[in-house]
Nanobody
């Protein structure tokens, strides 16, 4: 059974940085994506990375500010977030999909973590 645990969220000022981690246990070496959901809004795609790390994608809203990476030896995917803005405030979730690439992020696709809260103050 795959389990995902996100960490690294917190409160940061505009322009600050955070690094989120998604630690996976069981069924690793699959594509993993990051999604976020702000209050009252739908969950949206942020970034994903292939199992090898050779392919990555980013939402337009985070390109140039966020960087996704993975360390398969540690079964962990990271999301380095720089230049944070108040509109980045959301609960961030990681999704492991053993079937699809690119990640689709459907509610029943693969496995989801419990999320980590990111709050950016203005």
């Amino acid at each position: 059974q795959v389990q995902l645990v996100e960490s690294g969220g917190g409160l940061v000022q505009t322009g600050g940085s955070l690094r989120l981690s998604c630690a996976a246990s069981g069924g690793t070496l699959y594509a993993i994506g990051w999604f976020r959901q702000a209050p009252g809004k739908d969950r949206e795609f942020v970034s994903d990375i292939s199992w090898s790390g050779g392919s990555t994608r980013y939402a337009d809203s985070v390109k140039g500010r966020f960087t996704i990476s993975r360390d398969n030896a540690k079964n962990t995917v990271y999301l380095q977030m720089n230049g944070l803005k108040p509109e980045d405030t959301a609960m961030y979730y990681c999704n492991l999909d053993p079937v699809r690439w690119p990640i689709r992020g459907g509610p029943n696709d693969g496995y989801w973590g419990q999320g980590t809260q990111v709050t950016v103050s203005s």
